[in-house]
């Protein structure tokens, strides 16, 4: 058991906090009992190390049982070690490392694919890990960040996919003119999401789209917004002022799930 908040193993783990370090290593923190479970039964091959508090251990038999079946082994911490370790104030009690897996542009838009999300300036981890949740559950080939665009491995934003960043292909470091000329080439029209574009209702979305989201204070960039084949609006019937990132990006994907299921 590391019983010592000094101990090099818990200040080398704590440092993939830090995007640098994430960068530099390759690898980040996952977080908590769901994201965990995910990593396990999704993507166990890229876990590297795996840590429970005594009291996680107890309340999550089953994830250590499936880490011990994909041979990961356990690692026990105290809740101190633990604590400085990970990203949250209250921790709860599992913690493991992984190594990254992004996906390159070109390979993530095979041949077939209908429905892609893709966040230009997103710069929120919380409205980025609720896209990448949204498009999973939606039933997307892929998320694309282009720009300077949140790392999807900050630990907010892997908390908020709770799980869903090893269901598809995210794919970042790319320019938005990029990500657009690989979206057309794939066969998908590339649909601007903006308050200023035609009501979603009157839009026909049978055929692949990728959807195109904007930076949460600024919207779509002119430049972004040039590059769609057009702009669509989710309406609003109600008071609101607006809708968040979030809900929009969720409206909009799931609009296209029901057109391609019709």
């Known amino acids: 058991m590391i019983e010592s908040t000094k101990n090099a193993t818990v200040k080398r783990v704590a440092r993939l906090k830090q995007r640098p370090d994430r960068e530099a290593t390759g690898l980040a923190l996952m977080e908590g009992p769901q994201v965990v479970r995910e990593l396990i039964a999704h993507a166990a091959s890229t876990v590297e190390e795996l840590f429970f508090t005594s009291d996680g251990f107890g309340r999550h038999p089953e994830l250590a049982e499936a880490a011990t079946a994909a041979g990961i082994e356990v690692e026990f911490v105290t809740d101190a070690v633990l604590a400085a370790m990970a990203?949250?104030?209250?921790?709860?009690?599992v913690l493991a490392v992984a190594h990254q897996t992004p996906t390159r542009l070109r390979e993530a838009l095979p041949e077939g694919t209908r429905l892609v999300a893709v966040l230009d300036e997103v710069r929120d981890p919380g409205n980025a890990g609720t896209v990448i949740r949204a498009a999973d559950a939606a039933g997307a080939d892929v998320v694309i960040l282009t720009g300077s665009s949140v790392d999807p491995y900050n630990p907010k934003v892997?908390?908020?996919?709770?799980?869903?960043?090893?269901?598809?292909?995210v794919v970042t470091g790319v320019t938005i003119e990029a990500a657009a000329e690989e979206v057309r080439a794939a066969g998908l029209s590339l649909l601007a999401a903006d308050m200023g574009g035609e009501p979603l209702p009157a839009t026909d979305l049978s055929g692949?789209?990728?959807?195109?989201?904007?930076?949460?204070?600024?919207?779509?960039?002119?430049?972004?917004?040039?590059?769609?084949?057009?702009?669509?609006?989710?309406?609003?019937?109600?008071?609101?002022?607006?809708?968040?990132?979030g809900t929009a990006a969720a409206v909009c994907l799931y609009a296209s799930a029901f057109a391609h299921r019709a």
């Open 87 to 93: 990203d949250t104030r209250t921790p709860q009690g």
């Open 158 to 169: 892997v908390r908020a996919t709770t799980g869903s960043l090893f269901h598809l292909s």
């Open 208 to 245: 692949p789209t990728a959807w195109l989201f904007g930076n949460e204070a600024h919207g779509l960039s002119d430049t972004a917004r040039a590059l769609a084949d057009r702009t669509v609006a989710v309406p609003i019937y109600g008071k609101a002022e607006s809708l968040n990132l």
